[in-house]
DNA sequence: TTTGCTTGTTTAAACGTTTAAGCAGATCTT
DNA sequence: AAGATCTGCTTAAACGTTTAAACAAGCAAA
């Protein structure tokens, strides 16, 4: 790599100060006079300067920029958020950093300290099962930061979410209104609380529809083996010959994995087997009975967190606060009576 | 945010120089004390020391950061090669910024300046069009930076790609030898090299194959209105029947919004009309008829991406090298015959 | 006993910025 | 004419590291 020019070639090609370079090319001081800061200027330019922001950030103490740490940066939930997050960011003249934690909690830390050496302003987080000590680390050091996604009941902290738990009651009773008696669920096993919540609904919706909750109806994936333990889980409620005759989906990529065995197994939808499933995915809309949906406003989540992270940068915010978004069911064919 | 703790309040701490602080933490001296080392790094444990990435930048020149750009992180393609590159980055010591450049040249000129002003130590870019003199001038400043996905004929670069001639001409043959014979292909409205080659593979294979290309057969849609153009397109093509029996779409994305045509006018694939995409897709596995596909190695793109970057930043190599990956069909039931 | 090596530590400069404070010289007040 | 104020610029310190060079003390060799 080249040498990079500095205030520093400029102020000695002119004969000047740097301090005098630096005032003129941040608009800092009025007394500088007109022709001088012409010339500073023209040859900034000739010169083709480049603020070192990394000097810059070290005598600023700060960066401007901002991490994100989401579980799986492919997942199409999290990489639109990213999306979202980085133009948002750029608005505020700020630059994304971002990091996957993989559901992991050494993950997890490793990338914080990551970008905590790095010295980000604030930081927006997905956060990973048992990482709520990792969480209350960073309110320790009183370090901006936003949950998105998921939270924890007992870390009180800035946050964007959706109610999880209504949400998954509309879908649930939705399937209900429309003609189901057996409703099966289709859940991460985690104890996170945006999970957690999501199955309260399913059950209290159940309930309330005046049905009984079945034990086997209730299936569960890790995040690790989500495949093979989807894919078993499903098998298990659909041959056989479906137990159930609707289904709930507690998020988009655990429906990708269990609308492949609804394919497989050849049920017909919303025939045999109605089916909701939280957040959107573009394959939803190639099944052959595009599915009901219940959709968060992923502009909403992203906007919402960098406001609240950079403003939280800004003023030494006291309170923590809570965002809920939108979340609204989509009706398509999928639960058509 | 509180206050940090730095390698001066160490010294302090233990009445001793920064300098001695600095060789024990970076076991850059093998002439401290061992006492002394002890107590160096129980202190900075006590006070929970984090060293300062920014400071430890400035004074070596090197951020260890990689910069990636891209048309759109919330692109699958692009967050799948996101990920494997922030995976295989930090197996390497480094942290990833990654930008859109949403296909635009001056968003493209706007990221690469945010990015070089933060010092990245070297950049992997999928190029927008008309962005080859932004690649020119980093070459000009040598800064090591590698070509992903797409590349430009006149600029010998450091580049990572799959053979897209070949890629689509084994495509579209495929298409002819299970009975095509008037084969559609949708692409970008770019004149970037890989869709134009991708076009001439695929005129290259229809001749071939002993078939007269016909100009109505191509439809294009630009980035920017991808979808309402890529849905005219194909309803121009497909109403108010069918005028081919094969279709080549030229990325995942443009199968997608023209797929949702296909479903839309409820043709029959692959009896009515078979299909071939560049690259993979959730949703084509849920399409009824699950797509022929051309699967290109991300993994292989990602790690020798990061692989070529990076070694570039170690030894200042000169020769650019061109990597071509694997690039194969995949096929499934959209082309039985 | 001087000389020279070893050991353990410090000094000081550097990286590229920003910015408070200082300093001349010119101009304005009275 | 003496001070006060304004104008245009410089000095110097600071941010948190790293690291070559210097230094002092102890020890071995001559």
Redesign the pocket.
Known sequence: ME?????????RHL?????????V??N??????????EKIRQAARELN????L???S????KTNTLGLIVADISNPFFSQIARIVEDEAKQWGYTVIFGSNGESVEKSQALLDTLLNRQVDALIIAPAEYTEDQIKALQEKRIPFVLIDRYFSDVRANCVRIDNYKAAYTAVEHLIKTGGRRIGMLAYDTSMQHISERISGYKDALKDGGIVFQEQWLIRASYQHLEEEAALGMQGLLLPVPVVDGFFFATNSLAIQGIRQVIQQKIKVPDELAIISMDEAEAFDFFYSPLTFVKQSLEDIGKQAVRLALGNVAQQRVMPEEVIVDAKLVIRESTKK
Not at 18 to 23: D, G, K, Q, R
Request: overall charge positive.
């Open positions: 040498k990079k020019i500095s205030i520093k070639d400029i102020a004969g000047v100060s740097t301090a005098l370079v630096s005032y090319l941040n800092k001081s009025d007394r500088v006079s007109v022709e001088m800061a300067y480049r603020p070192n990394i000097a810059r070290l005598q600023s103490g």
